[in-house]
């Protein structure tokens, strides 16, 4: 598995914008090939899929982030971002980043936090 470090959680109010970035080890030279993915746990719910990204860019978001939600991949920093817009107290959950491959265990980032209310 791959050590991934998010950041970007917070505190935001309704309408507002956070930029989750979760980074691999500058050295992992196969980023690239691997799916990208963000999750969500919101207190009392199971762990949703967010926003998804493969090796070649074609994305998926649930319904409840698209339109408000980007997903993104910065190959040459190992980086993916989930870029948040018109934040609801309903997004309020743990972010987790996940990096996924076929026949490969995912590797998961730490979480964070991020709070919406006014």
């Known amino acids: 598995q791959v050590q991934l470090v998010e950041s970007g959680g917070g505190l935001a109010q309704p309408g507002g914008s956070l930029r989750l970035s979760c980074a691999a080890p500058e050295r992992m030279i196969t980023f690239s090939f691997y799916g990208v993915a963000w999750y969500r746990r919101a207190l009392g719910k199971p762990r949703e899929l967010v926003a998804a990204m493969t090796s070649m860019n074609t994305t998926n978001y649930s319904e409840s982030a ?5 997903i993104s991949r910065d190959n040459a920093k190992k980086t993916m971002y989930l870029q948040m817009n018109n934040l609801q107290p309903e997004d309020t959950a743990v972010y987790y980043c996940n990096l996924n491959a076929v026949s490969r265990p995912d590797s998961w980032g730490q979480g964070t936090q991020v709070i919406v209310s006014s």
Do not use: S, T
């Not at 698209?66 to 980007?70: C, L, M, V």
């Open 66 to 70: 698209k339109g408000r939600f980007a």
